[in-house]
């Protein structure tokens, strides 16, 4: 129990009398412990410290059971939380929070997933994804008998659940989990419900709360001149971010014409340019495409299908440009570059671009390309200078990429096989879509977010990391001429709880190793003093 204390002051005399009221202290402690024993059965080492239950988690739990209840939703349920619903009738109440296809809407278990991985990074309160190489890992839910070397299992004969303690104990006998260690999670994976071996990512948020951190935006932009960008015939245009502003990169649909929208998201004033004037080009000709589009800070550098020999940086704080005539086309230059593509497959190069949608990093551009080529199906990123010659500074085979260790392969072959969308998301990792999924990425392209996210993005969007667990998205409508630009956010279930233990923890092929994991939960009665 802890004081809170009160008043009462009257603006009349000026007395105030003063009242302490006692407030129950209620608490939920994880708390884990780690042994190891040696062939023979005997306890060789043990590790006991305390869990961080994140953040993001508790906000959670006050949204879905203190929130919810109080905003009168009459069955607890996380469906939606709407002020406008307060002191509504009964039968309105019922009609939003009645079952959904036989159902109510689905609720999430953040505390399923147990994993062991080699992150030593400090404990954070906003965890988005397992950081580290996955040593090991195991379902409270479903024991597990097979033959993976990194799953172990829950053991039910030990567990036990009151309703002060839940006491969760995992096995992992001597052919699992063998390596080393130093960070424990708790999270909900999506996983194949048949082998319950290969994971697939953080399973998507449930929660669509009304709050007032994730309101987003629509507005419209003023009637179309010969200066507003858009899609023009095959020239889609490109959406880039600087300085807090939009910038919309395209073609006009009546001219033909290069010009450029800008969107300052702290006044939302809208302006136009026209980038054929400001940049000094002679011939409409110089049409960029959304996949032959990068930007770095205040540079753009942009290639055109229809002058395929010109590279043009565009400076955004003056809207001139520098101009660099490439030794041969880009298509041919990036065919050169990539030693499995034959020169006969050259001219098809620029039609397996057009799905794609390079990206620039360090003054380097990096052009995601599919090839495929009778039996021979490859995706490559090429990373280059931004010269005469494109010269190669690096090149990355997507069908040999790495992912975190253990059952992740399904992850990072999904990587190679599509049309990659990339986008700089800070200093050392990339936004990568394949098409269907956001991932996040190092600089070498191996996934290090396989959380991977139900979201994908295209030429349309410029995604912003924030703080907490969601992306802003800003999103300008596809259309032969723009019309709107808004901006939502993409909210996915976190980290629940993580363990940063006090050193590293090596368990080997001799060992076979037990955890305990204990919640411990302040039992509050009601009903007693």
């Known amino acids: 129990m802890h004081e809170a204390k009160g008043y009462d002051k009257s603006f009349n005399d000026g007395t105030i009398k003063e009242h302490i009221k006692m407030k129950p202290d209620v608490e939920i402690k994880g708390v884990v412990t780690i042994q190891l024993f040696d062939e023979k059965g005997k306890l060789e080492r043990e590790i006991k410290t305390e869990n961080r239950i994140t953040d993001s988690i508790a906000r959670m739990a006050f949204m879905d059971y203190f929130c919810c209840r109080i905003r009168g939703n009459p069955w607890g349920v996380q469906y939606e939380y709407n002020d406008d619903e307060v002191g509504s009738s009964i039968s309105v ?18 505390f399923r997933h147990f994993f062991l991985t080699d992150d030593a990074s400090p404990e954070e309160g906003f965890a988005r994804a397992i950081k580290g190489n996955i040593i090991g890992w195991a379902d409270k839910s479903r ?21 002060s303690n839940l006491h969760f104990v995992f096995d992992f006998p001597t052919s699992v989990a063998n390596g080393t260690f130093q960070k424990l999670w708790w999270c909900e994976m999506k996983y194949d419900s048949t082998t319950q071996e290969i994971l697939y990512g953080l399973r998507p948020i449930s929660r669509r709360y009304k709050l007032d951190g994730y309101t987003g935006k629509s507005v419209n932009i003023q009637a179309p001149t010969n200066f507003t960008p858009g899609n023009y015939n ?10 807090n502003k939009l910038y ?3 073609v006009n649909i009546s001219t033909g014409r290069i010009c450029m929208a800008v969107i300052d998201l702290d006044t939302e004033e809208y302006t136009e340019v026209d980038l054929y004037t400001t940049m000094g080009l002679t011939s409409s000709s110089y049409r960029p495409s959304a996949y032959l589009m990068a930007q770095e800070n205040n540079y753009v550098y942009m290639m055109y299908p229809s ?15 520098t101009e660099i005539i490439l030794s041969d086309s880009y298509y041919n230059l990036i065919g050169k570059q990539i030693p499995e593509i034959p020169s006969n497959w050259y001219s098809s190069i620029d039609s397996y671009l057009q799905n794609g949608m390079m990206a620039c990093k360090n003054g380097r551009l990096y052009i995601p390309l599919r090839y495929y080529n009778g039996s021979t199906s490859k995706t490559f990123i090429l990373v280059c200078n931004p010269d005469e010659n494109l010269t190669k500074t690096a090149l990355y085979d997507l069908s040999t990429v790495g992912s975190p260790a253990g059952p992740f392969l399904t992850s990072a072959m999904s990587l190679d096989g599509y049309d990659l969308k990339l986008q700089s998301r800070d200093a050392d990792t990339w936004f990568v879509c394949n098409g269907s ?3 996040i990425t190092d600089n070498s392209f191996n996934i290090i977010d396989i959380g991977y996210r139900d979201h994908t993005f295209d030429y349309r969007y410029f995604l912003e990391d924030t703080p907490g667990c969601a992306i802003k998205k800003y999103y300008v409508p596809s259309g032969s001429q723009i019309y709107q630009w808004q901006y939502y956010w ?13 050193s590293p923890v090596t368990k080997t092929p001799t060992n076979t190793m037990k955890i305990q994991y204990d919640f411990n939960i302040q039992r509050v009665d009601p009903f007693q003093p």
Request: aromatic share 18%; proline share 5%.
């Open 437 to 439: 999924y956001t991932f």
């Open 248 to 250: 919309v990169i395209g």
């Open 93 to 110: 109440k019922d009609s939003n929070y009645t079952e959904q296809n036989g159902s109510y809407s689905y609720f999430t278990a953040p």
């Open 143 to 163: 024991p597990y008998a097979g033959s993976s070397t990194v799953k172990g299992t829950i053991n039910l004969s030990e567990s036990f659940f009151t309703e």
């Open 234 to 243: 095959t020239y889609k245009f490109r959406v880039f971010k600087y300085n």
């Open 307 to 321: 002058y395929s020999n010109r590279l043009h940086i565009l400076n955004l704080d003056d809207n001139t440009k």
């Open 490 to 502: 993409s909210i996915w279930e976190p980290i629940a709880a993580m363990t940063l233990l006090p």
